[in-house]
C-alpha cells in the first residue's frame, strides 16, 4: 500500500505539472495574444511553423545522431532488440496518451472562462492517471504474452511507457494553447536527454545492453519536467491538497466528452505505431534481431529526418485549424489544410529526387558500411514517411466532423495489409517487402480518406460556419457602437 500510494503521489505531482493549477493560457498564439478568425491567418501559420522547425531541429538531429551512436555502441543485434521493444511501448503509449492529446487539441480552445479551463484541465489530468494504471497492467501482461520481453525488464518499459504519457499529453496542452515557444524548449530538453544519458549509462556500466538505451530515454523524457516537478510537489504538500484525482459531475462529463471523441482516434495512433511493430516483429521472427536493426535504423533515420522537416507544418496546422473551426473560421481552417499540403508537396519533389542517388551514401553513414540492401529501401522508406506526413493533413476534415470512427476504419484497413504482407512477403524478401509494404499502407490509408470523407457535409458545415460568424461579428460591432455611444 505504501508503494501505491507513492506512486499516486508523483503521478498526481507530474500531472500539476503538465497542467498547472489554474486555467490561463487556454488559447492564443505563441506570444500569449489572441487573435480573430480571420485576423492574422497568415502571420499565426508562418510563426508557428517556424517555431515547430525550430523545435524539431534538436530532434531530429539529436535522433539522426542518437541512431548512428547507438548502432556503433550496441551494435545491430542489441539495437534490434531495442527497436522492437521501443515501438511495442511506443503503440501501447500512444493509444493511451492519444484519447486525451487529441481531445485537448479539439477542444480546450473552446473553455474561454478560467473556470471552464480548470476544469477541464482537472479532467485532463484524472485522465492520465487512468490511462497510466490501464497501460501499466495492459502492457505488464502483453509482452511476456508476446514474447517481447520478459522478467524484470519489464518494469523498465513500463516505467518508459508512463513517462511517455505524461510528456505527450502536457506537450498537446502546449500546443492547443498554441505556445509553440513551450513545446521547442520542452522538446530540446528532453531530445539531448534522450542521447545524453543512454549513452552516459552505456559508458558508465561498460555494458552494451539495449535495456540501458531504455532506462536512458525513459529518464530524458522525464528531464523536462525535472525542475517543475520539485517546486510544484513542494506547493502541493505545503497547501494540503489531496493526492488522489477527484472529479465533480461536470469535470467526469468533460472526461467522457474526452473519451467519446478521442478513442476512435486512440485506436487508430495504436494501429498507426502498430505498422512499425508490424514490421520490425516479423523481421525478427523470420530473419532475427540482426535484420531487425538493420531495417529499424534505417527506418528510424529516415523518418526521423522527414518528421524534422516535415512534422512541424503538421504541428502548426493542426490547433490552427482546430481553432478557426471552434471559432466559427471554418473555411479558413480548410484552407489551413490545403496549405499545409501544397507546401509538403512542393518540399518533398527535390528531397525524393536527390534520394534516387543518394541511397548507398545513406546507408554507409547509418551503419558505418555499404550495405546493398539498405541501400535499396531508402527511397521506398523516404515515400512512405512522406505519404504519412501527407496523411497527416489530409484527414483532420474527419476530425473536426468528429467523424474519427471513419478515420478508425481507414487505419484498419492499411494495418492489415500491413501486417498480411509482412507475414506472406517477409519470409521472401525480407526487410525490402517491409519498406514497401510501408508505401502501400500510407497510399491504402490515403485512398480510403478520399472515399469516406463526406464532402457535402464537410461544405454545408463550413458555409453554416461562416453564417455564424457573420453575424456574431456583426452582434460585436454593433455592442461596441453602443457601448462607445452611452453618454
Not at 61 to 77: A, T
Amino acid at each position: 500500500m505504501p508503494e501505491i500510494t507513492k506512486m499516486k503521489a508523483l503521478l498526481g505531482t507530474l500531472m500539476d505539472v503538465a497542467f498547472g493549477r489554474n486555467g490561463r493560457r487556454v488559447s492564443g498564439n505563441s506570444d500569449g495574444n489572441t487573435q480573430g478568425p480571420a485576423g492574422g491567418f497568415g502571420g499565426a501559420l508562418v510563426q508557428d511553423a517556424l517555431n515547430y522547425f525550430l523545435s524539431k531541429i534538436v530532434p531530429g538531429l539529436m535522433g539522426f545522431l542518437s541512431v548512428l551512436v547507438f548502432v556503433r555502441l550496441v551494435g545491430v543485434e542489441q539495437y534490434g532488440r531495442f527497436a522492437v521493444v521501443f515501438a511495442f511501448v511506443m503503440a501501447w503509449a500512444s493509444a493511451l496518451a492519444g484519447w486525451l492529446s487529441q481531445g485537448m487539441l479539439r477542444f480546450q480552445s473552446q473553455q474561454r472562462e478560467p473556470g471552464e479551463a480548470a476544469n477541464f484541465f482537472r479532467s485532463a489530468a484524472a485522465g492520465t492517471v487512468l490511462s497510466a494504471a490501464i497501460g501499466a497492467l495492459a502492457v505488464g501482461i502483453a509482452m511476456p504474452a508476446f514474447g517481447v520481453q520478459k522478467g524484470w525488464p519489464v518494469l523498465i518499459s513500463l516505467g518508459l511507457l508512463g513517462a511517455l504519457i505524461v510528456y505527450t499529453v502536457a506537450i498537446a496542452r502546449f500546443q492547443a494553447s498554441l505556445q509553440s515557444a513551450k513545446v521547442l524548449r520542452f522538446d530540446a530538453v528532453r531530445s539531448v536527454g534522450c542521447f545524453v544519458l543512454p549513452v552516459t549509462l552505456l559508458w558508465v556500466t561498460g555494458s552494451r545492453d539495449y535495456r540501458l538505451l531504455l532506462l536512458g530515454i525513459a529518464l530524458g523524457y522525464l528531464l523536462p519536467l525535472a525542475g517543475p516537478i520539485f517546486s510544484r510537489a513542494k506547493d502541493h504538500a505545503d497547501a494540503g491538497h489531496s493526492w488522489l484525482p477527484s472529479l465533480s459531475i461536470k469535470q467526469r462529463k468533460t472526461l467522457g466528452e474526452l473519451w467519446r471523441f478521442g478513442w476512435p482516434v486512440a485506436l487508430w495512433m495504436l494501429c498507426q505505431q502498430s505498422l512499425v511493430v508490424s514490421d520490425r516483429y516479423f523481421l525478427q521472427r523470420f530473419f532475427g534481431f540482426s535484420e531487425a536493426g538493420i531495417y529499424a535504423s534505417m527506418y528510424d533515420v529516415i523518418v526521423r529526418s522527414f518528421s524534422l522537416l516535415f512534422m512541424p507544418i503538421t504541428l502548426a496546422v493542426h490547433p490552427l485549424v482546430m481553432s478557426r473551426w471552434n471559432a466559427g473560421s471554418r473555411t479558413h481552417a480548410l484552407h489551413a489544410i490545403r496549405t499545409g499540403m501544397k507546401y509538403q508537396v512542393l518540399m518533398f519533389l527535390p528531397i525524393g529526387v536527390s534520394l534516387v542517388v543518394l541511397g548507398p551514401w545513406v546507408s554507409r553513414v547509418v551503419l558505418g558500411r555499404y550495405n546493398a540492401g539498405a541501400a535499396g529501401i531508402v527511397l521506398p522508406l523516404a515515400v512512405g514517411g512522406f505519404l504519412w506526413q501527407v496523411c497527416l493533413l489530409s484527414h483532420k476534415p474527419l476530425e473536426v466532423l468528429c467523424h474519427t470512427k471513419r478515420m478508425l476504419a481507414g487505419i484498419l484497413v492499411a494495418l492489415a495489409v500491413n501486417v498480411a504482407g509482412n507475414w506472406n512477403l517477409v519470409p521472401r524478401y525480407g526487410y525490402r517487402a517491409s519498406a514497401y509494404l510501408t508505401v502501400a499502407s500510407s497510399a491504402i490509408y490515403l485512398v480510403m480518406l478520399f472515399v469516406i470523407t463526406p464532402m457535402e457535409e464537410l461544405r454545408t458545415a463550413a458555409s453554416l460556419g461562416q453564417t455564424a460568424a457573420r453575424a456574431d461579428m456583426q452582434a460585436q460591432r454593433a455592442q461596441g457602437f453602443v457601448t462607445t455611444s452611452l453618454p
